[in-house]
């Protein structure tokens, strides 16, 4: 059997945390999103991995490369629709297939249970299923996909994860593959339903600490660096190779800690945290539910709660996110979530700054003493 991941999209409701990078290519648990959609289609043996690449696509391919695995990369020029994304790989099927998103996390269970159906979807149950393809099913069939309903009839969603035969190309008349279903449907062909056994998507950028909580559940323990004697360490922890942690620090896992960082002393660091590469977190700094991506610089007395840090942020003595729920507009949606902060790449923040349910964009500057909150647009100086 083969398998076409999608990762030509941006995640464009992600943002700012997308504005560089793909959505497939943004680090939970300190590995890109893909790493796990690959993994499981490894573990069920399958290795004819074909990937569509597309928005920056030179950032996908060079980590693929490193891989130990056997994947086709093919160009999805423009970014025009899942459909089209999967005609770009046309010329590479020639057997059964599985489409798989490259920016949803899938385990190997869900994978056994759809790659032996011929034409079928995964579907699951989601609380907010408006932010999906709702599917109608009687009788274990797909009757009805209905693209991102205000009034869901039903909380059972498209993973977007099918299994095709190769004649599924003659239905693919538009950009979207939901229309190619609904084509076989009315052609008499039968696409079955199969439930997921476990399935993430970050539709947002909080929705990430979810899903971080969730794959630092699957981490193994590891100590790659220098751990003073008197460090406290309790739960599955997991230290990158060239990482210090400074005396009299204390972590609770389940956390992951990249290569080169230094770390205390006298920090705390709660469960559900990862900490990308060359992350400096100052002393009496106290960290809890948060993803942390490379090269972040976290000054002392800070105390980070609920929040999703972007690359190179440097953020000055006692820093604060502040988990607080609010009314945002993402995407033309207006929503009430609690987090603490989002902040994209390159943010600077001077002393006694608080991020209080926060989305501040790419290279935004604010200066000290500042409470924000809402949506900060890149670039932005707040004085």
């Given at each position: 059997?083969?398998?076409?991941?999608?990762?030509a999209?941006?995640?464009?409701?992600?943002?700012?945390l997308?504005?560089?990078?793909?959505?497939?290519?943004?680090?939970?648990?300190?590995?890109?999103?893909?790493?796990?959609?690959?993994?499981?289609?490894?573990?069920?043996?399958?290795?004819?991995?074909?990937?569509?690449?597309?928005?920056?696509?030179?950032?996908?391919?060079?980590?693929?490369?490193?891989?130990?695995?056997?994947?086709?990369?093919?160009?999805?020029?423009?970014?025009?629709?899942?459909?089209?994304?999967?005609?770009?790989?046309?010329?590479?099927?020639?057997?059964?297939?599985?489409?798989?998103?490259?920016?949803?996390?899938?385990?190997?269970?869900?994978i056994?249970?759809?790659?032996?159906?011929?034409?079928?979807?995964?579907?699951?149950?989601?609380?907010?299923?408006?932010?999906?393809?709702?599917?109608?099913?009687?009788?274990?069939?797909?009757?009805?996909?209905?693209e991102?309903?205000?009034?869901?009839?039903?909380?059972?969603?498209?993973?977007g994860?099918?299994?095709?035969?190769?004649?599924?190309f003659?239905?693919?008349?538009?950009?979207?593959?939901?229309?190619?279903?609904?084509?076989?449907?009315?052609?008499?062909?039968?696409?079955r339903?199969?439930?997921?056994?476990?399935?993430?998507?970050?539709?947002?950028?909080?929705?990430?600490?979810?899903?971080?909580?969730?794959?630092l559940?699957?981490?193994?323990?590891?100590?790659?660096?220098r751990?003073?004697?008197?460090?406290?360490?309790?739960?599955?922890?997991?230290?990158?190779?060239?990482?210090?942690?400074?005396?009299?620090?204390?972590?609770?896992?389940?956390?992951?800690?990249?290569?080169?960082?230094?770390?205390?002393?006298?920090?705390?660091?709660?469960?559900?945290?990862?900490?990308?590469?060359?992350v400096?977190l100052?002393p009496?700094?106290?960290?809890a539910?948060?993803?942390?991506?490379s090269?972040?610089?976290?000054?002392?007395?800070?105390?980070?709660?609920?929040?999703?840090?972007?690359?190179?942020?440097?953020?000055?003595?006692?820093?604060?996110?502040?988990?607080?729920?609010?009314?945002l507009?993402?995407?033309?949606?207006?929503?009430?979530?609690?987090?603490?902060?989002?902040?994209?790449?390159?943010?600077?923040?001077?002393?006694?700054?608080?991020?209080?349910?926060?989305?501040?964009?790419?290279?935004?500057?604010?200066?000290?003493?500042?409470?924000?909150?809402?949506?900060?647009?890149d670039?932005?100086?707040?004085?």
């Open positions: 059997m083969q398998a076409v991941i999608l990762a999209g941006e995640g464009s409701r992600l943002r700012p997308t504005r560089s990078k793909p959505k497939a290519m943004l680090p939970v648990a300190n590995r890109p999103i893909i790493e796990y959609v690959i993994d499981a289609l490894l573990e069920n043996g399958i290795r004819d991995i074909v990937v569509v690449v597309g928005y920056r696509k030179e950032d996908v391919i060079r980590h693929l490369n490193r891989l130990d695995a056997p994947i086709q990369v093919v160009v999805q020029e423009r970014q025009l629709g899942t459909a089209d994304a999967l005609r770009a790989a046309q010329s590479e099927i020639t057997d059964d297939f599985l489409v798989l998103p490259g920016d949803n996390y899938i385990n190997a269970e869900s056994a249970r759809i790659k032996q159906e011929q034409n079928a979807m995964l579907v699951a149950e989601h609380p907010s299923p408006s932010d999906f393809g709702v599917v109608v099913i009687r009788n274990g069939l797909v009757r009805e996909i209905i991102k309903p205000e009034d869901a009839p039903t909380f059972t969603v498209s993973t994860i099918y299994s095709f035969t190769p004649d599924v003659s239905y693919l008349q538009t950009n979207e593959i939901p229309d190619a279903l609904a084509a076989m449907i009315a052609s008499g062909k039968r696409i339903a199969i439930p997921a056994d476990d399935w993430q998507d970050a539709i947002y950028p909080w929705d990430l600490l979810k899903l971080n909580s969730r794959m559940r699957g981490i193994a323990p590891k100590i790659g660096g751990v003073d004697a008197s460090v406290i360490r309790r739960g599955v922890v997991r230290i990158g190779t060239g990482t210090t942690i400074g005396p009299n620090t204390v972590i609770y896992g389940p956390v992951t800690i990249g290569d080169n960082c230094n770390i205390g002393p006298n920090c705390v660091i709660m469960p559900d945290v990862s900490i990308g590469d060359r400096v100052e009496f700094t106290y960290a539910d948060s993803l942390i991506m090269d972040v610089n976290i000054g002392s007395h800070s105390r980070i709660v609920s929040a999703v840090f972007g690359q190179g942020c440097i953020l000055a003595d006692h820093t604060t996110t502040y988990p607080s729920a609010s009314f507009e993402v995407g033309g949606r207006v929503m009430k979530e609690k987090f603490g902060a989002v902040l994209g790449e390159g943010v600077r923040a001077a002393p006694f700054t608080t991020f209080k349910n926060c989305i501040a964009g790419n290279s935004v500057t604010i200066d000290g003493g500042k409470t924000v909150v809402g949506l900060i647009e670039g932005t100086r707040v004085m």
